[in-house]
C-alpha cells in the first residue's frame, strides 16, 4: 500500500545539476531514515546518501561534497540535489524508505527509480 514515487531525472550535461524528489504515499504511522541509492548497468546498486528523521545526513565518499539530501517531514518526502555531475555517475537513483506501519512494525520500501543521464 505505501508507494515511493521518485521525480527529477533526466539528461544533464557533464557539471550540470538536477534535483531528485521522492515522495512517500499511502498508509503509515511515520517514516524513519530515508536514502538514496543508484545503479548503473552491469554494476551493484550503491549506497548515495541517507538521511534520519531529524535531519542528519550521511553521504558517500565519492560525492566529494558536490550532493545534498535533505527531507521534508511534512509533506513525507525527500530530496537529492546533484551538482557537477560526472558522466560516471549515470544511473538509476531508486529512493529507500524506512516505514514504520500503523501497526508500529518496520518496513523497507523502495521506488522504481528514475533514470540519470550525464552525458555531453
Known amino acids: 500500500q505505501v508507494q515511493l514515487t521518485e521525480s527529477g531525472g533526466g539528461l544533464v550535461q557533464p557539471g550540470g545539476s538536477l534535483r531528485l524528489s521522492c515522495v512517500v504515499s499511502g498508509r503509515f504511522f511515520s517514516i524513519n531514515d530515508m536514502g538514496w541509492y543508484r545503479q548503473a548497468p552491469g554494476k551493484e546498486r550503491e549506497l548515495v546518501a541517507t538521511?534520519?528523521?531529524?535531519?542528519?545526513?550521511n553521504y558517500a565518499d565519492s560525492t566529494k561534497g558536490r550532493l545534498t539530501i535533505s527531507r521534508d517531514n511534512a509533506k513525507n518526502t525527500v530530496d537529492l540535489q546533484m551538482n557537477s555531475l560526472k558522466p560516471e555517475e549515470t544511473a538509476v537513483y531508486s529512493c529507500?524508505?524506512?516505514?514504520?506501519?500503523?501497526?508500529?512494525?518496520?518496513?523497507?520500501?523502495w521506488g522504481q527509480g528514475t533514470q540519470v543521464t550525464v552525458s555531453s
Open positions: 538521511i534520519t528523521r531529524s535531519g542528519s545526513a
Open positions: 529507500d524508505a524506512r516505514v514504520i506501519s500503523r501497526m508500529k512494525v518496520l518496513y523497507e520500501h
